[in-house]
T-cell receptor
Framework: EAQVTQNPRYLITVTGKKLTVTCSQNMNHEYMSWYRQDPGLGLRQIYY???????DKGDVPEGYKVSRKEKRNFPLILESPSPNQTSLYFC?????????????FGSGTQLSVL | GEDVEQSLFLSVREGDSSVINCTYTDSSSTYLYWYKQEPGAGLQLLTYIFSNMDMKQDQRLTVLLNKKDKHLSLRIADTQTGDSAIYFC??????????FGTGTRLQVFP
């Protein structure tokens, strides 16, 4: 089954403790992206990657890192989480062949930073 | 700025029509999308419209696009309880960037 898999689904952590949220897709998609969803703000893009070893900042990259060493994986790293990073995070992927490629989303990771 | 605006809530009775509205900012947007987010799940693409179209119908869904006013709407006919979800509009810009709206929570009551 074609899917984008995020782990974990829920995470509670404390300020300053490094964490990684994993994302993997099995569709051989070139493009992958991370979003955060906050009430009243919709989805805002954190980072995206057009292909292996190519990553770019989105609209809200501060406090986050990503890497794209393999095509299928795009982990999101919070080196020193803070309470304002408490949010619902989504990973997404798509092909890059045309201008209207469908974006596939993972099921989300609810992060709480205390 | 880059805001794509939607009203936060909509409540309708089962069997009625729902209309979810969205205003966007970039007149050069190429495609406009509607995504549905069910509780505990990611977003799923419902439908989309190319910017040179005024209307698109897909079963119970009708998308209307008013480019002059930069207004997009999604009409759901015969709304069912399974339609209860958050609906996001999104615009694709010439830069290939996708900008999402703030989301509208649709609640369907019997």
């Amino acid at each position: 089954e074609a899917q984008v898999t995020q782990n974990p689904r829920y995470l509670i952590t404390v300020t300053g403790k490094k964490l990684t949220v994993t994302c993997s897709q099995n569709m051989n998609h070139e493009y992958m992206s991370w979003y955060r969803q906050d009430p009243g703000l919709g989805l805002r893009q954190i980072y995206y990657s057009m292909n292996v070893e190519v990553t770019d900042k989105g609209d809200v990259p501060e406090g986050y890192k990503v890497s794209r060493k393999e095509k299928r994986n795009f982990p999101l790293i919070l080196e020193s989480p803070s309470p304002n990073q408490t949010s619902l995070y989504f990973c997404a992927s798509r092909r890059t062949g045309s201008t209207n490629e469908k974006l596939f989303f993972g099921s989300g990771t609810q992060l709480s930073v205390l | 700025g880059e805001d794509v605006e939607q009203s936060l809530f909509l409540s309708v009775r089962e069997g009625d029509s729902s209309v979810i509205n969205c205003t966007y900012t970039d007149s050069s947007s190429t495609y406009l999308y509607w995504y549905k987010q069910e509780p505990g799940a990611g977003l799923q693409l419902l439908t989309y419209i190319f910017s040179n179209m005024d209307m698109k119908q897909d079963q119970r869904l009708t998308v209307l696009l008013n480019k002059k006013d930069k207004h997009l709407s999604l009409r759901i006919a015969d709304t069912q309880t399974g339609d209860s979800a958050i609906y996001f509009c999104a615009e694709k810009r010439n830069t290939d960037k996708l900008i999402f709206g703030t989301g509208t929570r649709l609640q369907v009551f019997p």
